[in-house]
């Protein structure tokens, strides 16, 4: 019997603010998803705040009272990621209590847990006659689960190796979402291109990453289609405090949608389209004209083929590590002038306990080799 499936992927995803905002704009944010996610059988995104109980109106930064998310299946999303590095924003129950929040109401969640073993566990879903697993990890060790305490699956080789292969043994089709990595560059580093070509060699059919807040490339290694970075979909990238760098870059995204088809053999053909996207200064997401999206859409075909050009992507890596260690050294005095020595060296601490930041630290001191 022949078998198909259409996925669909969108990068980081976040309605931490909207309580905010007018309703139009919420109801702009699930036409535009659900006008995609109507187009496939299944749909994912990187669920990147904390739903937190109905009262808390006085929240800031990356979190959101339950009362306004309600009607979150609208969307159209499937499935949320929320191993990411603002899921333990507001505590190890916040974690929890997402998760619950968003399975109540009609979504499945995964990449974290109650312990280290329910979070690394694969959700597995079936979808048009396939078994469909998806597994989850994140390099934001600061909320890792342990093994008997609540956070969120972490990067580490043997339990990615022990997740996929559960998940190879239980499902047709395996998908691996990584959250990791530095922002705001649009080429991935060399270390992770490693990893995420390791992990194809396990036999996953899709690998999806976010975190870098910016388009970066897409390829096919073996039978595997990598994906780097999908970008911002839904995203307060225009903030008057101006945090976020690169805007425009960052206003930038994609929604992927991968085709497969098997035959009555078994045999297999995966392909895959984009839909480019745009965020506005108002923090809208929308459908650029033509000429933009085909802008974007050559965007991405260059940060593609760099993939194949290691030199390329050591040089920049570098680039960026440099510019992370002087960012690192300006806030360690800053802090320190303020607030005394006692916080400078914290802030320190922090960067060399957190894998995601140990990880540019080391390609710093090896000139962008890591």
Request: proline share 3%; aromatic share 10%; hydrophobic share 35%.
């Amino acid at each position: 019997m022949n078998k198909e499936i259409k996925l669909g992927f969108v990068g980081d995803f976040c309605l931490a603010g909207i309580h905010l905002k007018p309703r139009s704009y919420l109801e702009n944010i699930y036409e535009v998803s659900s006008s995609l996610n109507d187009q496939v059988d299944l749909a994912m995104a990187n669920h990147e705040f904390c739903i937190l109980p109905s009262g808390n109106e006085n929240i800031i930064e990356m979190g959101l009272s339950a009362e306004n998310m309600e009607d979150i299946k609208k969307a159209g999303f499937d499935i949320f990621c929320l191993a990411n590095n603002h899921i333990g924003d507001f505590g190890s129950q916040a974690i929890i209590d997402t998760k619950e929040f968003l399975e109540k109401h009609g979504c499945m969640a995964v990449g974290v847990g109650k312990n280290r073993e329910e979070a690394i566990e694969p959700l597995i879903t079936e979808s048009n006659g396939f078994r469909v697993a998806v597994v989850n990890f994140c390099d934001a060790t600061q909320y890792a689960a342990g093994k008997n305490s609540i956070g969120l699956a972490h990067i580490e080789k043997k339990l990615l190796t022990r997740s996929i292969s559960k998940a190879r043994k239980n499902a047709d089709i395996v998908i691996v979402v990584l959250h990791a990595d530095l922002e705001y560059t649009n080429y991935p580093s060399p270390a992770r291109v490693k990893l995420a070509r390791q992990l194809a060699e396990l036999g996953p059919d899709i690998i999806i990453q976010h975190h870098p807040h910016v388009l970066q490339g897409i390829e096919y290694y073996g039978n595997t289609l990598i994906a780097y970075s999908l970008g911002n979909f839904v995203f307060p990238v225009n903030r008057s405090d101006n945090r976020y760098k690169n805007r425009e870059n960052a206003c930038k995204s994609i929604y992927l949608s991968v085709h497969l088809k098997e035959d009555r053999e078994g045999k297999r053909e995966m392909t895959y389209d984009v839909v480019p996207v745009q965020i506005d200064k108002q923090n809208n997401t929308f459908f650029p004209e033509k000429e933009m999206s085909e802008a974007i859409k050559a965007d991405l075909k260059r940060y593609s083929e760099a993939l194949a050009d290691d030199k390329f992507l050591r040089e920049n890596y570098y680039n960026e590590c440099r510019k992370q260690m002087r960012d690192m050294v300006y806030d360690i005095y800053y802090r320190t002038a303020k607030r005394g020595i006692v916080a400078g060296f914290k802030y320190l601490k922090i960067h060399l306990e957190t894998k995601s930041h140990t990880n540019w630290i080391r390609g710093y001191f090896t000139f962008g080799r890591y």
